[in-house]
Structures are given as structure tokens and as C-alpha cells.
């Protein structure tokens, strides 16, 4: 009888052998994640990178843009070369603007959040269960 284990010492090596197989569950995610994890970060670094010289692409573009529209109202209207570059600038910005506003009124738009009804109801429904004897306020 002296070898026989009790209930508590039972439970305490139960939860014993629970943390430690949690725990090699996380060391084992870790190893398999980190690697990822860093290839992960060298994505995101090379999309900042193609996103910073999208937007210097897009700024030389409009920059372009505006000093062959100053040219052309050069051309056109007869305009100075200072009038008609700044004509050109003006011009391309307020497309720009109004491409901005667009985008804008669209994003607004999709921006529309709703309740999660179904979650809100699931979890009532669970709270419901676990105190039956509390009502719902």
C-alpha cells in the first residue's frame, strides 16, 4: 500500500506532464515559425521598398505629366513658359485631387461595420449555460 499514489499526488504529476507537454508544444511552434517568421519580414521589407519607389515612379510621372501640359499650353494659348508650367502643375493636381476624392467617397463606403451578431449570440448562449441562474440584464 506504501507505493500506491493518492488522488492529489495523481493530479499533481496529471498537471505536471500537461505543462510540460504545452510547453514543448510552444518550443516546437517556435522552431517551425521562426524561420518563417524571418523570411516573412524580408518579404514585407522588399514590398516597402517596391511601394517607396512606386509612389517616386508615380511623383516623377506626374512631375512629366505637368511640364508636357505646360508645354503644350505653351504651345496652345500662347502662354509664357512660367504660366504655362504652372497651368501644367495646376492641372495635373487637381486630377490628382479629384482622383483622391474618388477614392475617398468609395473607401467611406466600404468602410460600413456591422455587429457580429452570430458571435454575440454564441456567447450569450455560452454565458447563459455556464450561470443558469443569472439573468440576462
Do not use: C
Request: proline letters at 2%; a negative charge.
Amino acid at each position: 500500500m506504501g507505493k500506491e499514489a493518492s488522488i492529489g499526488q495523481l493530479v499533481g504529476e496529471i498537471r505536471e506532464d500537461v505543462q510540460n507537454l504545452v510547453r514543448q508544444e510552444i518550443e516546437l511552434a517556435k522552431a517551425e515559425l521562426t524561420p518563417q517568421v524571418k523570411q516573412l519580414g524580408a518579404g514585407v521589407g522588399m514590398f516597402g521598398a517596391a511601394g517607396y519607389l512606386a509612389v517616386t515612379a508615380s511623383l516623377l510621372l506626374f512631375f512629366a505629366a505637368s511640364v508636357g501640359l505646360g508645354a503644350g499650353f505653351a504651345a496652345w494659348f500662347g502662354l509664357s513658359a512660367l504660366g504655362a508650367a504652372a497651368l501644367g502643375f495646376l492641372t495635373v493636381a487637381v486630377l490628382v485631387l479629384i482622383v483622391v476624392a474618388i477614392l475617398i467617397v468609395f473607401g467611406i463606403a466600404k468602410m460600413k461595420f456591422e455587429k457580429p451578431e452570430r458571435t454575440i449570440s454564441s456567447v450569450e448562449q455560452t454565458v447563459a449555460a455556464l450561470h443558469p441562474g443569472k439573468e440576462e440584464e
